[in-house]
């Protein structure tokens, strides 16, 4: 992607970003009408929908030949990710948003012909943008984040991990490994973003972050985030993440990933 038009893409969706998240404050007290999606659980309200609407207009304005890939629905039948696509969740963290009205985030990530270029995760309550683009490092707000170069062992390691992996029903992972893994690290933390638990590895707070169950959209910026200051990122068993379909994904401090992967990590089926 041309420097000039990387940054210009930049520009805009920084700007639309930070607007979408004003809109999401000033209603944030307003009544919402919340769904469920797949499960009684699976949340959804009319602001995650008004929120995609809002980037696939302003996408739709702007650049007539991108493509916007988004969890609502609102974009484009994405089938292979040429050109340049927009990866789009405009909340994540919806169980957050209705139950805490904190602790959600818009995360934007901007690919061109399936490299990732540019990646924002906006903490909305917190006014945090963290941001991202290739072979620029990584930043949040105006700070430069520094390099995941500490090689810290695993036992003083916290990971976000989602509790449902260690009940042995789980249909993802051998929850036994698991338990192994609890027990070696200094602690773990569940967040319920997946951007922000991105966005945390990126900034040092957490040491990882291991999930069975990701959507394109939860990890497109969060990705580019990590992989900027040194941190890798893959699915849990070290392959290539697939940008079109559900994935597990690792993402860490470079010391400590094959040792969580191929020590503790034993994926079902
Ligand atoms: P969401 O709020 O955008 O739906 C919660 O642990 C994290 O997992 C959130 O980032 C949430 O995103 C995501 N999530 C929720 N349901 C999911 C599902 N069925 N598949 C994948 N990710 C999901
Ligand atoms: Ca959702
Ligand atoms: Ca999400
Ligand atoms: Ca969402």
Same mark, same amino acid.
């Given at each position: 992607?041309?420097?000039?038009?990387?940054?210009?893409?930049?520009?805009?969706?920084?700007?639309?970003?930070?607007?979408?998240?004003?809109?999401?404050?000033?209603?944030?007290?307003?009544?919402?009408?919340?769904?469920?999606?797949?499960?009684?659980?699976?949340?959804v309200t009319?602001m995650d929908q008004?929120t995609?609407?809002?980037?696939?207009?302003?996408?739709?304005?702007?650049?007539?030949?991108?493509?916007?890939?988004?969890?609502e629905?609102?974009?484009?039948?994405?089938?292979?990710?040429?050109?340049?696509?927009?990866?789009?969740?405009p909340i994540?963290?919806t169980?957050?948003?209705?139950?805490?009205?904190?602790?959600?985030?818009?995360?934007?990530?901007?690919?061109?012909?399936?490299?990732?270029?540019?990646?924002?995760?906006?903490?909305?309550?917190?006014?945090?943008?963290?941001?991202?683009?290739?072979?620029?490092?990584?930043?949040?707000?105006?700070?430069?984040?520094?390099?995941?170069?500490?090689?810290?062992?695993?036992?003083?390691?916290?990971?976000?991990?989602? #509790?449902?992996?260690?009940?042995?029903? $789980?249909? *993802?992972? &051998?929850?036994?490994?698991?338990?192994?893994?609890? +027990? %070696?690290?200094?602690?773990?933390?569940?967040?319920?973003?997946?951007?922000?638990?991105?966005?945390?590895?990126?900034?040092?707070?957490?040491?990882?972050?291991?999930?069975?169950?990701?959507?394109?959209?939860?990890?497109?910026?969060?990705?580019?985030?990590?992989?900027?200051?040194?941190?890798?990122?893959?699915?849990?068993?070290?392959?290539?993440?697939?940008?079109?379909?559900?994935? #597990?994904?690792?993402?860490?401090?470079? $010391?400590? *990933?094959? &040792?969580?992967?191929?020590?503790?990590?034993?994926? +079902? %089926?």
């Amino acid at each position: 992607m041309d420097q000039q038009k990387k940054n210009e893409i930049f520009d805009h969706a920084k700007a639309w970003i930070l607007e979408a998240g004003e809109r999401i404050k000033s209603k944030i007290d307003s009544p919402r009408s919340i769904e469920t999606k797949s499960n009684p659980n699976d949340l959804v309200t009319e602001m995650d929908q008004e929120t995609e609407q809002f980037f696939a207009q302003k996408i739709n304005e702007t650049y007539q030949d991108h493509y916007l890939l988004g969890e609502e629905g609102f974009g484009d039948e994405i089938e292979d990710l040429g050109g340049t696509v927009w990866i789009v969740d405009p909340i994540d963290g919806t169980m957050n948003f209705v139950h805490q009205k904190r602790n959600f985030a818009i995360s934007i990530g901007i690919y061109y012909e399936g490299v990732g270029e540019i990646g924002l995760i906006y903490n909305v309550m917190e006014e945090t943008l963290y941001t991202a683009r290739r072979g620029e490092g990584a930043y949040k707000n105006e700070h430069k984040l520094p390099m995941l170069d500490e090689e810290r062992p695993l036992s003083e390691s916290i990971l976000a991990l989602n #509790t449902s992996w260690m009940i042995p029903e $789980n249909p *993802h992972v &051998e929850h036994q490994g698991m338990q192994d893994l609890v +027990k %070696k690290l200094r602690s773990t933390r569940s967040y319920g973003s997946a951007a922000l638990e991105f966005a945390f590895v990126a900034e040092g707070l957490l040491d990882g972050y291991l999930t069975m169950t990701l959507m394109p959209w939860d990890y497109a910026a969060g990705s580019i985030l990590v992989r900027e200051v040194g941190g890798i990122v893959t699915r849990a068993d070290r392959e290539e993440l697939d940008l079109l379909n559900k994935t #597990t994904v690792l993402a860490s401090r470079p $010391n400590i *990933h094959e &040792e969580i992967s191929t020590g503790y990590v034993r994926l +079902k %089926k």
